[in-house]
Structure formats: structure tokens, C-alpha cells
């Protein structure tokens, strides 16, 4: 009996020990996805704006940036994409998180369609979110149900930054933690409630020997405009040059700091905007107010990442993870929102607690330098975002690179650095392929762009449409069905419509983009378009001053 205990014991203690070291042995990076709302291409320093961001650009001088880098210009779709890898129809959120009967626009994320959490988590890692969810409503559809270990946040498109203030009571702002419904406390603000969970659960993680993925999922800078007194008070008088000026700026910083081609077209003045100089001076004052608010809220996005990183060099998890900084969509355009819906009444001065303004189209146009369009629109300033990877590991400093990356390739570039397998099938069912491209090739020098092997990318939503292959792109936005060309090799501002005389290059994108649309589940617009669509450009052609 004392030998066999002896043997017992001695199996025991190899086995503990084979597990320790092959615990230890597992050197896979954590990654971290940062994702922001409705920032504009040039809205963080990195990429030309004067917004206080050192943490953000600190990330891109120690890593990487794309020159283009794409999503699928409005939250849910891309969304559905980032999460599942997938085009959003083939992933079930073709048009919004609302319901419009088929399998493509049914919307909340399928099955047949895997998000990250779902993989990683089955190749090891910890899957934690903390943020805007916006796939899914039903609680069968949640973090928690698609393969998060942890959630805090909020599962629809939107919410308030503070829950009470001095200056009257607005709607309770409702989140969910690990599938238990909750409130903000009064006294909190949103964008620092999501950093602080994250940051708890990477505390509570880091007890375990895996490594971990998070998606920090900031709803700011999206409407409604709310922020610290104290990081508005940093922008008092900046937004006083007005928009003409500040574009102007913006783009020269641009092209100091290579994110623009010198060479670049800047896209067209938007006709809708009135001239700085010709807006009455009252009115300035409140414009100026919006933009300052805007501002501090990007402003406090960057000192929440500080504080993330800070805490990843306590814990020292920093040398071994990967950042990667993106935006949904571009800035959003339209007078009243791009949403049909009304804002709520005012119960507060801009930025309170009580207060429910938008950025709106002049500083929106700002926020897209240098490119053409808006949030919800397939030209580019509604479908560019920047893009920052930081690895120093593998990531040379530094580098900046055209890059040509879409939402559909995250995915597989997560699956890529985790050496995580992608199923054939999942629970009994056959899993969608992924689209997408390994980004790794880019982020560690040996290519200066994706290498899609000839096949485009395609985009849709409510009717809007484009396809880009190499430099060629062409667009057309609803309710026209007319395809736009454009080389954006030499003309990204979209300048110069050139498909009347290159119609050989138009054929054959449209050609593609229908064989696409068949295969992924696309239906015309006019088919399914809903009594009270969601995206709608509103514009106000009378200019009236903001409501404050």
C-alpha cells in the first residue's frame, strides 16, 4: 500500500508539473480590439487631427497605420462583420439589428456564422467584451450566448454617457452584465465605466495561465454629445477658425505625416455646409460648443486607453499584446442624425447630463478630411476608418502602409497570431467560410498591402452599393442605381466620376458585384426597404442654428 501511494503521488506530482510547463509554454500574444463610434478618418492625432490623443498616437508610432482600411459604414453591419469574419448578410445583419424577414436580414448573428469569441475561446483564450454590442436584442443572441466569458455594456445601438445630473433626470441608462440587467450608477460616466470593467476583467483573467482576447467597444464619439466640464474646457476657443479652416489644416497635417498622398485629390466642398465666415456670430458660439463637446469626448476615449495600458504594464501582460485600434464608420452627416427619430428635448446645457445634441454634417464633413460623403454612404468618408496595430514584437515602428484591409479580414488575423482553427462545422452545423485575409503579412513588413488573390470587396446597405478592386472602385448610392468610377490610386477625394468613359472597368465590377450578391444573400433594397428606414440622410437645407 505505501508503494502504490508512492507511485500515486509521484504520478500526481509529474502530472502537475507537465501542466505547469505546458501552461507556461503557451507564449501566444493577448489581444486587445479597440473599437470607437463614428469617429472620422482624421479625427485621433495619428491621422491629422488637433483632438489630444497621445495614447492612441503613441500606439501608432511604436506600431502601424493603414492609409485604407475599411468597414461597412454604419454600426450593425459592421459589427456583424467585425465579430463573424463575414460579409453582414451572410451573417445576418444585412440592413440593421432589426428583423426584415430573410436569413440575411434577420437581424442578429446565425449560427452558421462564428463570432471571435466563439473560436477563440475554443482555441484557449479568455473572451472578454466590454462596450456596444448592436447584433442582436434577444437574449438568445448576447455576448454571453456567443461566446464571451464576460460582458458589461449595452446591447442596443446607443445610450447616454451619465445617467443623472444637476440639470435634470433623463432615461435610466440600461446595460447588462454577464446577462443580469443593470443600471449606471449617477455619479459615473459610460466611457469609463466600459474601460474599468475591461480592466477588471483582465485583473480577474490574469489568475488563469491563458492568455486572453478583449473587445473594448467605446460607444463614443456617437451621439448624444455628453462629457466632462473639465475635458471641454481643454477645447474653449480651438473650434473658433470654423470648419473651412480646420479641413485645410487637418489635410496639410495629413500630408506632413504621410497619411495623405501629396499627390491626393481632396474631395469636394459638400454644398450643404455653409461658409464659416457667413455663419452669424451667436451661432458660431454654439457650433463651437458642439465641436469642443465632441472633442472631449475623443479626448477622454484616449486617456481610458492610457489607463488600459497602464494597467497591462502592472500586471505585465504589455510586451506580449496586441492593440489594434479601428472606428465603425465615418463621421455621420445629416442636420437631425442620420435616424429618422427625433432628439429627446433638451433638459441641460450641451454636454450635460440632460443635453441630447449631434455633432452634425459641418464638423462631420471636418471629421472625414479628406474624403467625400458620410456615415451610412459607400463613398469613402463613409466606409474609412483609421487603423492602428501595435505588437513591437513583431510590428516594426513607425510604418505606414496603404494596406487596402477590410473589417472581414480581422478575424482571420486574430485566428492567425492565436494559431486558433476556424471549424467546418459547429455544433452540428456547417459554418460560413471566411471571406477575409490574414492581415499578419501586413502587420509584420512582408507586404505593403492585402493580397486578395484578384477578388474585390464588396459593400451594401439599404440600397447603397460599391465594389473595390486594386485601384478601381466603383459606388452608387440610393435611390440611384448608376454606377460612379473612380481611380483611387490618384483620386480618393472621388473627384472625377470617370465611368462614361471607362465603362469596360464598370461592366466587369458590376458583374462581380452581382455574382456577390446572389452568393451572399443580398436583396434589392426596394424588396425589403423598411415603413421607417434606419440611416436615412436627413440634411437641413435651411441651416438653422443647432438647438442647444
Known sequence: MKISTFFISALLGLSTTYAQKKAAADQRPNIILVMVDDLGYSDIGAYGSEIKTPNIDQLASEGIRF??????????????????????????????????????????????????????????????????????????AWPNQRGFDHF?????????????????KGPKVELVEDNKRINLPADKYLTDEITDHAITFIEEQSKTPKPFFLYLAFNAPHWPLQAHEADIAKYKGRYSIGWDSLRQERLQKQKAIGIANPKQALAPRDPDVALWENVPYDEKLLWERKMEIYAAMVDRVDQNIGKLREKLKALKKDEN????????????????????RKPQRNTGPA?????????????????????????????????SAPFIAWFPKQIKAGTIVKGTGHLIDLAPTFYDLAKATYPATSNGIKTNALPGRSLVPVLTGKAE????????????????????????????????????????????????????TRTDIVNELSADYV?????????????????????????RPDRRPPTF
Not at 73 to 95: D, E, F, N
Not at 120 to 126: E, H, M, Q
Not at 152 to 168: E, H, R, W
Open 515 to 539: 455574382r456577390w450578391a446572389e452568393r451572399t444573400g443580398v436583396v434589392e433594397y426596394d424588396k425589403i426597404k423598411p415603413k421607417t428606414p434606419i440611416g436615412a440622410q436627413a440634411p
Open 449 to 500: 498591402e492585402v493580397d486578395r488573390g484578384g477578388e474585390p470587396i464588396f459593400w451594401e446597405r439599404a440600397g447603397n452599393r460599391a465594389v473595390r478592386n486594386g485601384k478601381w472602385k466603383i459606388v452608387s448610392t440610393y435611390p440611384a442605381y448608376k454606377w460612379e468610377l473612380y481611380d483611387l490610386e490618384t483620386d480618393r477625394g472621388e473627384t472625377s466620376d470617370i465611368s462614361a
Open 321 to 340: 499584446t496586441v492593440i489594434i485600434f479601428i472606428s465603425d464608420n465615418g463621421a455621420q452627416g445629416g442636420y437631425a442624425g442620420s435616424s429618422p
Open 67 to 140: 492609409r485604407e482600411f475599411y468597414n461597412n459604414s454604419i454600426c450593425a453591419p459592421t459589427r456583424a462583420s467585425l465579430i463573424t469574419g463575414q460579409y453582414p448578410h451572410k451573417a445576418g445583419v444585412g440592413y440593421f439589428n432589426v428583423n426584415l424577414g430573410l436569413p440575411a436580414y434577420q437581424g442578429y448573428l446565425n449560427k452558421e456564422s462564428l463570432t471571435f469569441g466563439e473560436v477563440l475561446r475554443g482555441a484557449g483564450y479568455s473572451t472578454l467584451l466590454s462596450g456596444k454590442w448592436h447584433v442582436g436584442n434577444d437574449s438568445l
Open 152 to 168: 458589461y455594456g449595452f446591447i442596443n445601438g446607443a445610450s447616454n454617457y451619465f445617467d443623472l445630473g444637476k440639470y435634470g
Open 351 to 383: 454636454g450635460s447630463a440632460g443635453s441630447y445634441v449631434y455633432q452634425d454634417q459641418p464638423w462631420a464633413y471636418v471629421s472625414n478630411t479628406p474624403h467625400s460623403a458620410y456615415k451610412n454612404n459607400m463613398h469613402e468618408g463613409g466606409i
